[in-house]
């Protein structure tokens, strides 16, 4: 059924505006029994399955809030790391993983999943084992990532993160790092195409709709200025229009408050701007995806890095050592624990620094998942949200990991 005008009881004189809004929002979305779809996007029941080279944007979360194995969809063929090529990546690049088995994720898995027990794992066995050369973290960035973070407005592992990922997407002759390994980070690193919710504005739905993607500069993330409170109070708008219709639908799909959907989203645009001009001059060729100047480009390709940076980020302890952020090949791919269990591996560094453990936490049984628990990752200062709204904003989860 399509949500319309009639549906929305909170038009008042005050709220005009906003609830206007509202029901043209919602009228650019049909509710189907499996998630909040584009209107005019057929409704996709667990008996159809996704037509191939369906855009993951085009269904907003897939077609399943299940996972039942019937709605399964075909995966895009690709060339990365992140998707079939995964085995002689790995292999190339010295990652063992003798009891696992990989595929690309699916389309409704949002770049999140894939990877199961091939054959029955025990407690504490070691899962993968994992170069720490290929670990991206702020402490093994070389020096110019180092000395742009430094001079952002706002310095946080976030920021630090990103240049670092940035740096590994953009390498340098005198990186002083060996050849191989660059190039290794920087096919992987060119392979995230997931990321936070909105990272691709077809999340936002209907290309037509207004506020939505049309009037996005250049993503979500992107959008907006620290002063668009007060430069849209005058419409009786909170915050930029684009992004008050985003909370709203990022609201209705999480069941969160909007107050605290909008004010996430905010707190995304702020620490974005905070660190965008610091690290524009890292990005030596800019993405040619959307029409801009060099500096929009620029600038709006360390908006989707730092929205891959936040979608994948976990800790990693080193001993005594206080816990880093870090991202580690694989685990940043893994699906979200749903269950009382918790996750069922956990990263360990071996006792010589060379390599980082997968572990078994618990005893595997073959073909169960691999998968971590995304509740545990860094947040963004000042972020406070959970459940529901922090999985599908930071990370982009589907439904079925809620």
């Not at 066995?125 to 000395?147: C, D, F, H, Q, W």
């Not at 660059?182 to 392979?191: F, T």
């Not at 229009?241 to 609201?251: D, E, K, N």
């Not at 699906?335 to 010589?352: A, F, M, Q, W, Y």
Request: aromatic fraction near 6%; include cysteine.
């Amino acid at each position: 059924a399509m949500i319309t005008p009639y549906h929305t009881q909170r038009i008042t004189r005050q709220m005009a505006v906003p609830s206007s809004l509202l029901a043209a929002f919602m009228l650019n979305f049909n509710i189907s029994a499996h998630g909040f779809v584009p209107a005019g996007t057929r409704d996709m029941s667990v008996s159809k399955v996704v037509p191939p080279h369906t855009p993951s944007s085009t269904l907003l979360f897939g077609i399943s809030t299940e996972g039942d194995n019937d709605t399964v969809a075909e995966p895009k063929a690709c060339a990365s790391v992140e998707g079939a090529a995964w085995d002689s990546w790995s292999k190339s690049v010295g990652i063992s993983v003798p009891k696992l088995t990989i595929r690309p994720p699916t389309v409704e898995e949002r770049g999140k999943g894939g990877v199961f027990a091939s054959a029955p794992i025990s407690a504490l066995e070691v899962v993968a084992r994992i170069p720490s050369e290929l670990i991206i973290t702020a402490e093994s960035a070389p020096k110019r990532a180092i000395e742009a973070a430094a001079n952002a407005n706002n310095i946080s592992w976030a920021t630090e993160l990103t240049a670092a990922a940035i740096v590994a997407l953009h390498p340098l002759d005198d990186d002083a790092a060996d050849p191989s390994i660059v190039a290794a980070k920087q096919s992987w690193v060119s392979s995230w195409q997931a990321g936070g919710w909105a990272t691709n504005v077809d999340d936002l739905g209907s290309p037509d709709s207004q506020f939505g993607p049309k009037s996005v500069t250049g993503s979500l993330l992107s959008t907006g200025s620290d002063n668009d409170h007060n430069v849209y109070a005058k419409f009786r708008f909170p915050c930029h229009p684009v992004i008050h219709r985003a909370s709203i639908g990022l609201a209705f799909l999480t069941k969160a408050d909007e107050d605290d959907c909008r004010e996430a989203l905010i707190l995304r645009g702020k620490t974005y701007r905070s660190m965008r001009d610091a690290l524009l001059p890292l990005i030596l060729e800019p993405s040619d995806e959307r029409k801009g100047s060099m500096r929009e480009r620029r600038a709006w390709d360390v908006a989707d890095v730092l929205s891959r940076v936040l979608s994948r980020v976990t800790f990693l302890n080193g001993g005594a050592e206080i816990p880093i952020p870090a991202i580690v090949p694989l685990y940043e791919r893994l699906e979200h624990c749903t269950d009382g269990r918790g996750e069922n591996v956990k990263l360990i560094p071996s006792d010589d620094g060379k390599e980082v453990l997968l572990v078994a936490t618990r005893d595997i049984v073959e073909d169960e998942a691999i998968v971590r628990d995304y509740a545990l990752a860094p947040q963004l200062v000042g972020d406070d949200t959970e459940g529901a709204l922090r999985l599908l904003l930071q990370f982009g989860l589907p439904p079925k990991a809620w």
